[in-house]
């Protein structure tokens, strides 16, 4: 019996650094094994795996390349194009978490470079600035405010209230850097590209269950809403392969 991801386990050495780093901080623990699990903080670790089942849900279905299709068409200069990519991340990030945001827009990123020319390696940068500005305004933003939400006992819109002054400002700013940082010039289109083969019933799939999944959340039914996600999409991806 095959474990899914357990081959690719075995062949992470980073993975294998944080295990053995892992075991020699635990002898520095003031607390005895048997109280480790306790120690973890589940709701988060859930919370940053359902989102990501959902998210790579969007990816298999191919909608990143009919979108990179579509903003290429419609973005004439290499100015708007990243412009509108930076804020994008942003948004992404306030409800799909930063890094989870980065998982769906580097690979849109890296779609664009297939279709038109742009400064890839200067547009990730901004991104991923854009992803730890944007991911402040929500609790699911970033683990830490997962974890800080967790303990804070704020509803949803109240801890979103208290950071909107903070992210708005870094928002602000990032923009306007990256307004000098990309000249406002045409893209040059490349040409030979084929169309791409997407599955639009699973895109549709994967937002109803997210906007489920944030329920789940404030209702504390995160580990039931994971586990369920995990087998709609495991049963989709083996009917549709």
Known sequence: MKIPGLQALTRDRFFHLLLIIGAGLSLFVPFAPKAWPAAIDWRTIITLSGLMMLTKGVELSGYFDVLGRKMVRRFATERRLSLFMVFSAAVLSTFLTNDVALFIIVPLTLTLRKLCEIPVSRLIIFEALAVNAGSLLTPIGNPQNILLWGRSGLSFAAFTWQMAPLALVMMASL????????????????????????QPRLVWS????????????????????????????????????
């Open 175 to 198: 923009l306007a850097v990256c307004w000098f940082a990309f000249p406002d010039k045409k893209l040059q289109y490349h040409s030979g590209t084929t169309g791409p083969q997407w």
């Open 206 to 241: 994967c937002l109803g269950l997210y906007i489920v999944f944030l329920f789940a959340l404030e209702l504390r039914y995160e580990l039931a809403a994971c586990c369920s996600w995990r087998l709609v999409l495991s049963c989709w991806r083996d009917a549709c392969w």
